[in-house]
């Protein structure tokens, strides 16, 4: 069993910076994929980005491109992700979900990573960007 824990999220001008971080305790079969989400209310969960720990490799999805950076750890053990926030807007005010799912083989990303692929959720934190 795999349980994530998010921390950093805040109250934030536009144009200010944030960074999460979540860290996993357990892990499955496979290589994993720590991914970040954000959801507002009456919308569905929206991928932001991922990291493969089988390369590294992070992914982001087009509205945060250039303003985000995902990056990884290994912390006393644990699996580690962040995510830095910068020039932050309004619209990036949502909840922020911690997920993971774990894979055989060979990942591609295909620039749709729906939530139901994920197995693993963290309690989500707050972000919240005033204008």
């Known amino acids: 069993q795999v349980q994530l824990v998010e921390s950093g999220g805040g109250l934030v001008q536009a144009g200010g910076s944030l960074r999460l971080s979540c860290t996993a305790s357990?892990?499955?079969?496979?290589?994993?994929?720590m991914g970040w989400f954000r959801q507002t209310p009456g919308k569905d969960r929206e991928f932001v980005s991922l990291?493969?720990?089988?390369?590294?490799?992070?992914?982001?999805v087009d509205s945060v491109k250039g303003r985000f950076t995902m990056s990884s750890n290994n912390v006393n053990g644990k699996d580690t992700v962040y995510l830095q926030m910068n020039h932050l807007k309004p619209e990036d005010t949502a909840v922020y979900y911690c997920?993971?799912?774990?894979?055989?083989?060979?990942?591609?990303?295909?620039?749709?990573?729906?939530?139901?692929?994920?197995?693993?959720w963290g309690q989500g934190t707050q972000v919240t960007v005033s204008s």
């Open positions: 357990g892990r499955s079969h496979g290589t994993a994929i």
């Open positions: 997920a993971a799912r774990y894979y055989s083989g060979i990942y591609y990303y295909t620039g749709v990573e729906p939530a139901w692929n994920y197995d693993f």
């Open positions: 990291i493969d720990w089988g390369d590294g490799s992070a992914y982001y």
